[in-house]
């Protein structure tokens, strides 16, 4: 290996650049010699064993309203720099500038040189990006920024030295979402059977293959005085009237439809149908109060058990939707029955 | 969808069933359902036992909006 330190370029926005704050958001790429704002930082952990080259830096809003030719500038000077390593950010939780780092870290590597950002786990981009690149976790704030910098110029080297990063759980970033295969001297057989018996003695042990985490939401508070309240009925199953007036798809769902059930006792069949590509949806057309309970909400509210019900019910098809996409059209829901007044929903699922 | 829902702190029932699955993606209020075609109901029974199962499942739905959770619960409909 060479003694040369190593060469990297470090992509910073304009309020690290010390251009301005959202006034200066505007300005176009320029790009610095050595290191400047965080760069100094990282250039105290790289030590003698790599150098800041040039700082290049971009006012946000100049990135995301023309990013083609920010990028296209950028990556010419990256080229020009002969960089081993691209390093952007930390970007914190800013939005446009984590999209940014995100976008010239994609580009620096399909040019084949290695790059790495950092931000906070919760900016949208890490969604983004973290398939096409490494970014290490930081805090929500700059305020973090003593603690993230030495990670990241150790994993900056590193991944100059070898083109790339061992797992994520044992770098330290934000997992990509990839698997790799490697090589063990023990087959699968004896490593399952080694992780059962970890398991069986309550002893810590690793999955080859962990399921991907889902955020956690805390519960609402419960309200059990329903007597005064309005509640709501929405349904995954794709219960629609006849004719699917607002085209709901079948299937990877992107919207939902509310439907008025003022003056109906029950949903009657033929006059709703189940759209939903997912399951067979005979017994629903048979019945839609299978799937979304009119009838039986009508006799809750008879019976003074229930206040009322709101006079529309939500409907969308749960197959085959993304999470992002999902969650969408669930929070659209819950704005309109906030604004509505609802106080309580029952959701069915197919 | 309950999710985002809870979040907007509306206490919301799921009524299905797959259990497991709405427990493990995080709904905090999981109703156990009739089938996965018909939730809320179950078209083997007669009409009037339907109904009646329907009903419970309601009823069901009414006491999980009711309950105080702090992380996934389900709720299970008794046989009718």
Known sequence: MSSEPLRVVHYINQFFGGLGGEEAGGAPVSVKDGPMGPGLGLAQAFGNRATIVNTIICGDNYFNDHTAEALSTIMAAVGKARAQVVVAGPAFNAGRYGLACGAVCRAAREAGVPAITAMFEENPAVELYRLFTYIVPTTGSAAGMRQVLPKLAELAIRLAQHGKLGPAFAEGYLPTGHRYNEYDEHTAAQRVVAMMLKKLKGEPFHSEIPLRGFEVVPPAAPLSDLTGATLALVTGGGIVPEGNPDRLKQAFSVAYGAYDMTGLDGLPSGAYVGIHGGYDCGWANEDPNRVVPLDGMRRLVQEGRVGGLYHRFFSTCGIGTNIANAKRIGAGIARELLDAGVQAAIYTST | ?80
């Open chain 2, 1 to 80: 969808m309950v999710k985002e829902a809870e979040r907007a702190g509306i206490p919301a029932a799921h009524i299905t069933a797959i259990p497991s699955v709405a427990l493990s993606v995080g709904a905090s209020r999981v109703v156990v359902g009739g089938g996965i075609p018909h939730p809320t109901g179950n078209p083997d029974l007669p009409r009037a036992r339907e109904m009646e199962f329907r009903y419970r499942c309601l009823e069901l739905a009414l006491k999980a909006i009711g309950t105080a959770v702090d992380k996934p619960t389900l709720f299970k409909v008794e046989e009718v």
